[in-house]
């Protein structure tokens, strides 16, 4: 009955959808108006994920459990990036005020070590970190998801996960966005035969009406809806994920399975403008560095200065360059280096810091260092969901990049995630997104790697009222910076906060890149002239992020998939009589 109610909206909007990525590609600042609801509102990078959410919420469940059917729903229809071979991050805030958020970032191995990707000439091995057995991390989704789900959801493991089970197993019809994407790494898929048995048809590659079904994939789902995490991290799927790792040269090992735990950690809070800021944590630099840069921020009118006008965008450079420069030297994994959080996100720290910012100059990268502080004892996607009573959920889940390290576990189904690139492999060494990092990243048995996720969810006179992040690697903390700008500072909407362009500077490499429509030739002179001389502009190809998110405003819940990419946002009614 499920299977057959999702077939036939996925035919509808299969269509719908090749229409929006060819809007996307060109110019998406219009393509979309942000879904309204009064009953809840769930926003993916994936439509099937989207309806499996809002089914959940139509059900009676809360957005917990709309969260946790929403992940396994991204490990089925949207494989870039959604997992049981990854990590994520949740942020989430119930209705009566408790926030809390789940660290299921992947960890090192047991056997791993410092400089398990150099050679013997201390050089770094280049793709071994990312193209490897070796680039995988310990999986943490599904420790997260369960743990999510036993602790604040409502519904039964079967409940939340009988929609992806029958997704992967009945099967889905493929749109342009998944049929193009498979087709596009097909060279890489084809050097591993798991990989290519699930991702290519035949000797072909998949075309879009095919029907993709991923038995093993449905039967490792299975096996979690019966034996809970024991179902993934022992028994048969962890025999399969060992048995690829001694196939592969890899690491992990049936204790490094056994062992893993997620953890409940205390978000990172802040306030700007008179909202509150709710962020995650280390194991991720996204919570910090967000509320560190709106703290710097906070003392300069963006509003006066207008949306888009070059004194705002460099100012917001500014700060950028140096929370950036902090990032590469204080952040890492809390349980194994002292980060000094307190004072990195105190509104005095962020004054010191920006009190050398010249609102006529650009800065230069290689005067900036991190900041000194004195050491206390340091193809992701993004999901936002809220529910009727306010129950708010925000998620990012990566693989690292997209679809990981391309290594399907055999018999298993699922890829497995080359998130060891995210240590520091080498110091001052950049990984895949050009970050740098230092003995607070380095690479040690055990430990999670720094990640730049920002889950978020925003609060005005203690109820949330936008849920938001992205994608993007080292781009995520500014692109869910920028939404929040654009709706507090801006005063936007949520379908234009969402799908303005954007800019990102990381502090190294000493560049901006800049979306098009981001900048327009007289803003571009005028910071060219403050001495921003690298404005690097991204063309169509490539975009920052994509925010799915959610907002409360006084018509409702909207929400909103952003139009850069594929994905939909599906509201709920309230149930008459509530
Ligand atoms: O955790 C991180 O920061 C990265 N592994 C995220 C990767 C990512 O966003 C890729 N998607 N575009």
Redesign the pocket.
Known sequence: MYYRAIFCIRLATAALLNLTVVISSTAWAKAREAELADGGMVATRSSWASQIGADILSQGGNAVDAAVAVGFGLAVSYPS?GNLGGGGFMVIRLADGTVITNDH?EKAPGNATKDMFLDENGDVVKGLSTRSHLAAGVPGSVAGLLDVLEKYGTMTRAQVMQPAIELASNGIVLDRDLAESFARRKREFAKYPASAAVFTKGSGSYQIGDLWRQPDLAASLERIKERGKAGFYQGETADLLVAEMQRGGGLISHEDLRSYESVWREPIRGTYRGHEIVSMPPP?S?GVLLVQMLNMLEAHDLAAMGYGSAQAIHTIIEAERRAYADRAQHLGDVDFYPVPITQLTDKEYAKARFANFDPTKAGRSEDIEAGRVPVESM???HASVIDAKGNAVAYTT?L???YGSKIVVAGAGFLLNN?M??FSVKENVANY?GVIGREANRIEAGKR?????TPTIVLKEGAPILVTG?????T?ITTTMQVILNVIDHQMSLSDAVSSPRFHHQWLPDRVLVEPFALSPDTRAVLEGMGHAQLLDLGTRFSLG?ANSVMRTERGYEGMADPRNAGSAVGVAKPSGE
């Open positions: 990036a970032r991720s996204g193809e992701t996607t990566t690292n990049l997209s998130e690139d995210d997104y790697m720094l990640s730049s996720m992205s994608p993007g690697g080292s995520i994509d």
